[in-house]
């Protein structure tokens, strides 16, 4: 039987375990703190960041990475995209040598600029055809509900990718290969630009055309970015660009569409983290760093350059939709 290590008990790492557990996977989770762990392992729950939702009694957790990634031939990496290098540095030596390393991370890393295989492979040495990404419209929560959702899996070796498919495909998951690792990625880091856009909009009271007219413009400057990096345009079009983009960027349970729309009413950054509750709202640091990669490639990207003045150069919303809708008008 596959066995899989799940390193990181946040929202989506116990979402997507229980996944893992109910498609007859034998999955071990890796918690950061002792109580995290106990609770998961005693009590069948993840409390901290899944409350309401059993997890199968299969499923067990532990501080010890050791413990987790023994025999495992699948190690999903469920930690935020800023601290997955420091994460991986610590487990590194005690991943099986030719386990397959599975992302769930959604960023591109700051300073460096690297996506997470990028970040992967530089940190584990793991060649690129054991780096595989997923990526999809799954906000953890409706997961844990079972409501049904689709994804991607994506790896240049399309036998590990179909062997993490088997792992995870249940009666509501339903997940799809791809060898378009750069789409997804790019797909998955930049839409929680475009949500923090879109909760800046709703917090500010504005309608529905208001919110589509970003996503389709947030999807061209995705899709003009990932194309400059390598990504097949079907790929953002796909489950992993438009699919996850819309799903950020309507659902208030999104982290980054919600710090965006407290920013939209006039709250303070302190605050728009706290509607995030307590969890990571990717976008935030991302914005920078996709700024940063779309003028290394001569790529425009005037949303996700207002989400980074507005987030980190202080400057107002209404000035920042005065400069989009200030641009030069020309051809769709
Ligand atoms: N929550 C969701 O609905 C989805 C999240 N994702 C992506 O999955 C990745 C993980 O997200 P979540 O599980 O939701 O995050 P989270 O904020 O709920 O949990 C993060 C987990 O990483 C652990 N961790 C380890 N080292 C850490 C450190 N130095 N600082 C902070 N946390 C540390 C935390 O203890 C926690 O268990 C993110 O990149 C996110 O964009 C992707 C799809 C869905
Ligand atoms: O990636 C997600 C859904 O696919 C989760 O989005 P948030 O990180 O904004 O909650």
């Known amino acids: 039987m596959t066995k899989v290590a799940v390193l990181g008990a946040g929202s989506w790492g116990t979402a997507f375990t229980k996944v893992l ?75 099986p040598k030719d386990a397959t390393l599975l992302s769930l991370a959604k960023g591109v890393e700051s300073g460096t600029l690297l996506r997470m295989s990028q970040v992967i492979a530089a940190v584990s040495g793991a060649e690129p055809e054991r780096i595989a990404v997923l990526s999809g419209p799954n906000l953890a929560r409706e997961i844990a509900a079972r409501q049904p959702a689709a994804t991607v899996i994506a790896c240049s070796d399309s036998a590990r990718a179909i062997a993490v498919q088997k792992a995870c495909a249940t009666k509501y998951f339903r997940p799809y290969t791809n060898s378009d690792v750069i789409g997804c990625e790019v797909g998955g880091a930049c839409k929680n630009v475009i949500a923090i856009a879109c909760g800046i909009a709703s917090g500010m009271g504005m309608g529905d055309n208001t919110i589509a007219s970003m996503i389709t413009r947030g999807l061209a400057e995705i899709t003009r970015l990932g194309v400059a990096l390598g990504a097949k345009p079907a790929t953002l079009a796909g489950l992993a660009g438009v699919g996850d983009l819309v799903a950020t960027c309507m659902s208030p349970l999104s982290r980054n569409r919600s710090f965006g729309h407290v920013l939209g009413e006039g709250g303070s950054m302190e605050r728009a983290q706290k509607a995030a509750h307590g969890q990571v709202a990717e976008g935030v640091k991302s914005c920078t760093s996709v700024r940063a990669l779309s003028e290394s490639y001569d790529v425009e990207m005037p949303l996700t350059e207002a989400v980074h003045r507005i987030c980190h150069e202080g400057m107002e919303v209404e000035e920042a939709i005065g400069m989009l809708l200030g641009r030069r008008i020309k051809p769709e």
């Open 21 to 95: 557990a109910e498609a007859g996977t034998d999955v071990t989770m890796w918690a950061r703190r002792g109580e995290v762990a106990d609770t998961i392992t005693n009590e069948h729950e993840n409390p901290f960041y899944l409350r309401g939702f059993g997890l199968p009694a299969t499923v067990t957790a532990t501080t010890d990475p050791l413990v987790a990634l023994a025999d495992s031939s699948i190690v999903v990496l469920a930690v935020p995209s800023q601290t997955l290098r420091q994460n991986l540095a610590e487990w590194k030596d005690s991943i």
